[in-house]
């Protein structure tokens, strides 16, 4: 069962006066099963952020469609997009995103604060996650009291706490130290193992080798793919560097 479609999507920015134009997406179509774990890898200016943008409903493509579990997202009205967003997917950034003022159990508790659930209910969510996720002890504290490992694990919560239907990763290793992106990603694992769908954009080898898929994007189209299967993640992240350094050195498509 699919739950995310991506059918022919094309971008084209057009500059303020119409002079110029930047095609950012070139026909990228794929899908991803519910419960699958993809990483989506490409050099910088290759697409894979206008492309995470456009699945976040952040952004809309000049054509194609998205589809969220059969709905097509590009066809949401601007004012229902927020609430869409809340209901239907949870973000993981590479700076966090949380708020210096609120504990850690207030950025939690945001998306449903926003969703007008009761602190009960919220806090009915929040604790098997928090147990979980190893942050049960610092909900108390503020982000500025704890370290980047554990301001990723309350990211990590807040994305989990609405139960989406997928989680959109954005270089989330991109500001962890080794120990901190080893928790991480065996975290991402544990959570994918109980069902959760997860899509991650990567720069980071060692991140896209604990995926089962890797999609690799180049000129703004996906290039290839490569199924993890029975591999170890040591062998998945050495086809993941030999598929990059194909791509750096002007190797043919082979999608």
Same mark, same amino acid.
């Given at each position: 069962?699919?739950?995310?479609?991506?059918?022919?999507?094309?971008?084209?920015?057009?500059?303020? /006066?119409?002079?110029?134009?930047?095609?950012?997406?070139?026909?990228?179509? /794929?899908?991803?099963?519910?419960?699958?774990?993809?990483?989506?890898?490409?050099?910088?200016?290759? =697409?894979?952020?206008?492309?995470?943008?456009?699945?976040?409903?952040?952004?809309?493509?000049?054509?194609?469609?998205?589809?969220?579990? =059969?709905?097509?997202?590009?066809?949401?009205?601007?004012?229902?997009?927020?609430? $869409?967003?809340?209901?239907?997917?949870?973000?993981?950034?590479?700076? /966090?995103?949380?708020?210096?003022?609120?504990?850690?159990?207030?950025?939690? /508790?945001?998306?449903?604060?926003?969703?007008?659930?009761?602190?009960?209910?919220?806090?009915?969510?929040?604790?098997?996650?928090?147990?979980?996720?190893?942050?049960?002890?610092?909900?108390?504290?503020?982000?500025?009291?704890?370290?980047?490992?554990?301001?990723?694990?309350?990211?990590?919560?807040?994305?989990?706490?609405?139960?989406?239907?997928?989680?959109?990763?954005?270089?989330?290793?991109?500001?962890?130290?080794?120990?901190?992106?080893?928790?991480?990603?065996?975290?991402?694992?544990?959570?994918?193992?109980?069902?959760?769908?997860?899509?991650?954009?990567?720069?980071?080898?060692?991140?896209?080798?604990?995926?089962?898929?890797?999609? $690799?994007?180049?000129?703004?189209?996906?290039?290839?793919?490569?199924?993890?299967?029975?591999?170890?993640?040591?062998?998945?992240?050495?086809?993941?560097?030999?598929?990059?350094?194909?791509?750096?050195?002007?190797?043919?498509?082979?999608?």
């Amino acid at each position: 069962m699919f739950i995310l479609e991506v059918k022919n999507v094309k971008k084209v920015y057009t500059s303020r /006066f119409g002079g110029n134009q930047v095609q950012a997406l070139s026909d990228v179509t /794929f899908s991803v099963e519910k419960g699958e774990y993809v990483a989506i890898m490409g050099e910088s200016g290759s =697409g894979k952020t206008t492309l995470l943008n456009t699945l976040a409903a952040l952004d809309k493509p000049t054509s194609g469609e998205v589809l969220l579990n =059969g709905q097509n997202i590009v066809s949401i009205k601007e004012k229902e997009i927020s609430m $869409f967003r809340r209901e239907n997917l949870g973000f993981v950034f590479q700076d /966090f995103n949380l708020l210096d003022t609120f504990s850690l159990q207030d950025n939690i /508790f945001l998306p449903l604060v926003l969703s007008g659930k009761s602190y009960e209910e919220m806090n009915s969510h929040l604790q098997p996650i928090a147990k979980k996720l190893g942050i049960s002890d610092i909900l108390p504290k503020f982000p500025y009291e704890v370290s980047g490992g554990q301001k990723q694990r309350a990211a990590v919560a807040r994305a989990l706490i609405t139960n989406p239907q997928l989680i959109l990763a954005d270089e989330p290793t991109g500001a962890l130290d080794s120990h901190s992106t080893e928790e991480l990603l065996r975290l991402f694992t544990t959570i994918n193992q109980g069902g959760q769908t997860l899509l991650m954009v990567t720069h980071s080898t060692k991140a896209a080798s604990h995926a089962s898929r890797v999609l $690799f994007i180049k000129d703004g189209a996906v290039f290839h793919q490569l199924y993890k299967g029975s591999m170890s993640n040591e062998e998945m992240y050495q086809l993941i560097s030999d598929t990059l350094n194909i791509m750096a050195t002007g190797g043919a498509r082979n999608a």
